[in-house]
């Protein structure tokens, strides 16, 4: 078995018809390297930079930053890794940290992430430093959190070039670049993307984040979280724009969200054109051998035909699809 789990590992994540998809992992803290080994991932698509400061008692400083992020890098080796900026406030509400003085009632759309940085700037100006010098002779992959609107990514880039600038003013070794990406989970963002698309590096899309805003339904609510599936016609169809227009851009996209983990989410992913999933480490061996079943081509043209006419529940036509061929 071990063997067989060995040789697994060595195989490449490439369809039937020889898609090569780019399988990721999500990740937080250090011991996470340890998976990206253990599962022979391509690289780390998601670093979540607010687990250090949601495990930590004290506000983590910029130092201790730093040394997390190098070690970060140094344990992924030559395989990417993106550093998401600190998604804070809002329901990851951080003890030594009262970042506003009113309760929120609904926190998951409220001073999170990308709008508390850009206004409590010391915080993601200390990140940034910290980003910037632990990746001194690397590729330095950053993405940004609830993006809603194109000028939040200005000036967060902004924010990251003024750091850069003042980094080598000083004569220290820089990145030997740094790419800037964004996250989709605000739908807002989509209506938009083409104004940004010109400007970005990278897109990953969060679909925890995005399905909770598209339906309207709090994804934390026991309630609702058998009502709203990630396999419904208005999602899939969402996804598809988003990733067409990325794809007519140039713009690499990714899905980060826990929607890629599972082996028939996954599935339609690819049906939509992804070919980048950032998920949980425990779903690589699995996702990876449907990959490895798959005929992404014909599922790309049944899919459309599909989602031009759903039939309900969406969600049984892709499992009968899939028992059909093989998957
Ligand atoms: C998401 O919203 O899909 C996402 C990946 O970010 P998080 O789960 O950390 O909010
Ligand atoms: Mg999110």
Sequence with gaps: RRAAFAAAKQDPAMTQDGVRIALMINAGLRDDLAALDLTGADGIGLFRTEFQFLVSATLPQRE?????????????????????????????????????????????????????????????????????????????????????????FDEA??????????????????????RYGTMLEVPALAEVLDLLLPRLD???????????????????????????????????????????????ADVPVAVCGEMGGRTLEAMALIGLGIERLSITPAAIGPVKAMIRSL????????????????????RDALSDWAAAHGV
Excluded at 234 to 240: E, S
């Design 64 to 152: 201790r930053q730093q040394r997390l992020y190098r070690e970060v890098l140094e344990g992924a080796g030559t395989r990417p890794v993106v550093f998401r900026t600190v998604d804070i406030g809002g329901d990851k509400a951080l003890p030594y940290m009262r970042p506003h003085d009113a309760e929120e009632e609904n926190p998951a759309m409220g001073w999170r992430a990308i709008r508390v940085a850009l206004e409590r700037d010391g915080l993601m100006k200390a990140q940034a430093r910290a980003l910037i010098e632990a990746a001194a002779g690397r590729t330095l992959n950053v993405m940004f959190p609830m993006v809603s609107e194109p000028w939040e």
């Design 157 to 178: 880039r902004a924010l990251f070039e003024a750091q850069r600038g003042w980094i080598a003013s000083r004569g220290r070794q820089l990145p030997h670049a740094i």
């Design 202 to 248: 990278f897109l990953s899309i969060g679909t925890n984040d995005l399905t909770q805003f598209l339906f309207a339904a709090d994804r934390s609510n026991p309630k609702l979280a058998e009502r709203y599936d990630w396999l419904s016609p208005a999602i899939l169809r969402f996804l598809k724009r988003v990733t067409v227009q990325s794809h007519a």
């Design 295 to 314: 005929d992404a081509g014909k599922l790309r043209t049944d899919m459309a035909a599909l989602l031009a006419a759903p039939p309900h529940p969406f």
